[in-house]
């Protein structure tokens, strides 16, 4: 437990700081390998490196049609019921962000226009490892099937039988996903981007991973030979205010919630109230002996803090200053602070409200920005499926309307040939 005002800025920042920070320069080296491997050998390296990271000796990548459905088939009734459900709530939300072209006359004879289309290839990263993640194949899946996207390209690292989980596979189905690889890490990302023997490449990643997988989406991001990626979506966070009215049972099992994702998440709670933080502390202590992944829960705890603040407002500044993936705000009147509350992925309101809410089935996206990017990157959404373009039309009468104008900025900025292609035009006779 922290006392904030008692500590210095350099102490303050080392609280703050994301666990994987600290190791970036070693596991940029180690992502940039992989991705050339990946570049020179194609779906050889992602095979014998599917065996090395994940113990698995495959023939192919490919995950055929026939075994996604009959994986499908053998999923409970329960699971197939709460996915259903998860569907219908994401679909519903997402549907609601259908963008909208517009047609406009700006001057006299002139129109513009704003259209948008889906991406023809999008990549779909779902991770596994300790976990098996529908929820982010639901999250990924549903706005990729409304925006119409033609290739859906679902990713993610086989079990130790070779397999995908069946929920993997009904979600798969019910978002008319049909193109599936089994391959997961930083190998994924570069066939993805630039493609293998069998994986053709994508125009754009979506979705979380760990730290190499996000590593990985910045370096193709940033390659012009790469492709886009949605954004830099890492290791789960979690940031609580939480006040004296807040239920401390309530409060740790949230903070576990995101613990339990894995050993690089980082949760942190700040409040005005010592007597919260003492009471959160003691419900963590008693509520992770009870779980099954209390040995990662554990280790993320190590790089996460309970921060006693002088008052609310402060509490609001170190959410600002974070910006959290995740933001739950438990206090009573929580409406009435939303308003200071704006470098957030996603903000969970009240003490209703858990996290894993959203995680799941209220129907908002859970893949989220991470390590502080929610100051400048968006939550994902339907549009991040689209590309947006413009038209324009003028008519002889508009451009005559917008010469002047037109030619005057031209040769302001020393472009006479761009002066000449709108002054051409008028002396040329009708």
């Known amino acids: ?137 639901l999250m990924l899946g549903v706005p990729a099937q409304l925006a119409g996207c033609q290739r859906k390209v679902l990713v993610s ?90 239920r401390p049972a309530y409060v740790a099992a949230d903070l576990l919630s995101q613990a339990e994702h894995g050993s690089d998440s980082q949760v942190i709670l700040v409040s005005p109230s010592a007597t919260l933080v003492e009471q959160v502390a003691q419900q963590v202590e008693q509520q992770l002996a009870e779980l099954p992944r209390r040995g990662i829960a554990a280790q993320a705890l190590q790089a996460s803090a309970l921060i006693v603040t002088d008052d609310l407002a402060q509490a609001l500044a170190i959410s600002q200053s974070y910006a959290p993936e995740h933001l739950s705000v438990q206090l009573d009147d929580a409406e009435q602070v939303l308003p200071q509350l704006t470098t957030a992925g996603s903000i969970f309101v009240g003490h209703y409200t858990p996290e894993s809410g959203g995680d799941y089935a209220t129907g908002t996206n859970h893949v989220l920005p991470t390590y502080g990017f929610a100051r400048n990157h968006n939550s994902l959404g339907l549009l991040d499926f689209y ?5 324009q039309k003028a008519s002889r009468e508009g451009l005559e309307g917008l010469a002047a104008a037109i030619i005057n900025l031209a040769e302001t900025e020393s472009l006479r040939a761009h002066a000449r292609a709108v002054s051409i035009r008028l002396e040329d006779s009708l």
């Open 387 to 391: 590309r947006r373009y413009t038209v």
């Open 157 to 246: 690292p086989p079990d130790a039988e070779g397999q995908l989980a069946p929920a993997i596979c009904y979600v798969a189905s019910l978002c008319e996903i049909d193109e599936v690889y089994l391959c997961g890490g930083a190998q994924a990302i570069a066939a993805l981007a630039y493609g293998t023997d069998s994986i053709a490449p994508v125009l754009k990643i979506f979705g979380p991973g760990n730290s190499y997988v996000t590593a990985a989406k910045q370096f193709v991001a940033q390659d012009p030979a790469g492709c886009a990626i949605d954004m830099p979506a890492g290791p789960s966070e979690l940031l609580v205010i939480a006040d004296e009215s807040a």
């Open 1 to 137: 437990m922290y006392q904030w005002s008692q500590l210095n800025q350099a102490q303050q920042q080392g609280i703050l700081e994301r666990p994987v920070q600290g190791q970036s320069a070693q596991l940029e080296r180690q992502v940039a390998a992989i991705i050339e491997q990946v570049r020179s050998q194609g779906d050889a390296a992602v095979l014998e490196l599917t065996a090395k990271y994940d113990g698995v000796e495959l023939d192919s990548l490919r995950y055929p049609s026939a075994a996604i459905k009959a994986r499908a088939a053998q999923l409970d009734g329960a699971t197939k019921a709460a996915i259903d459900t998860a569907y219908a709530t994401i679909k519903t939300f997402h549907q609601a962000q259908q963008p909208q072209p517009i047609s406009i006359e700006t001057a006299p004879g002139v129109v513009c226009q704003q259209k948008f289309h889906p991406l023809d290839a999008v990549g779909l990263y779902i991770p596994g490892g300790t976990a098996v993640l529908p929820s982010t194949a």
